[in-house]
């Protein structure tokens, strides 16, 4: 069974940055993907960033110029560094992996971590 473990999260004034990261334990033959998704109040998960073992990543139009996603291979890790935050960034932010392991294919979500923005 392959789980997700995040931290990072917390309280930060409007133009402030915060990291987020996401280990994978378990057991992986390989992960395709790794991406953050956020849901705020009253709204829908959508999409943060994602990205793939081929180079490709993807970011919300809301985000882009301001995060940027990154992995660490080795460590089945992906990060999110967020700079220049916005109130509207407030959100719990979960991490997602997508891969295959001994029991087959997985897709897991993280506990999700809660991210405010606010003076």
């Known amino acids: 069974q392959v789980q997700l473990v995040e931290s990072g999260g917390g309280l930060v004034q409007p133009g402030g940055s915060l990291r987020l990261s996401c280990a994978a334990t378990?057991?992986?033959?390989?992960?395709?993907?790794m991406g953050w998704y956020r849901q705020a109040p009253g709204k829908q998960r959508e999409l943060v960033a994602r990205?793939?073992?081929?180079?490709?990543?993807t970011y919300a139009d809301s985000v882009k110029g301001r995060f940027t996603i990154s992995r660490d291979y080795a460590k089945n890790t992906v990060y999110l560094q967020m700079n220049s935050l916005k109130p509207e960034d407030t959100a719990v932010y979960y991490c997602?992996?997508?891969?295959?392991?001994?029991?087959?294919?997985?897709?897991?979500w993280g506990q999700g971590t809660q991210v405010t923005v606010s003076s």
């Open positions: 378990g057991s992986i033959f390989s992960i395709y993907a």
């Open positions: 990205s793939t073992s081929d180079g490709t990543t």
């Open positions: 997602k992996a997508e891969g295959v392991g001994p029991s087959g294919v997985f897709g897991p």
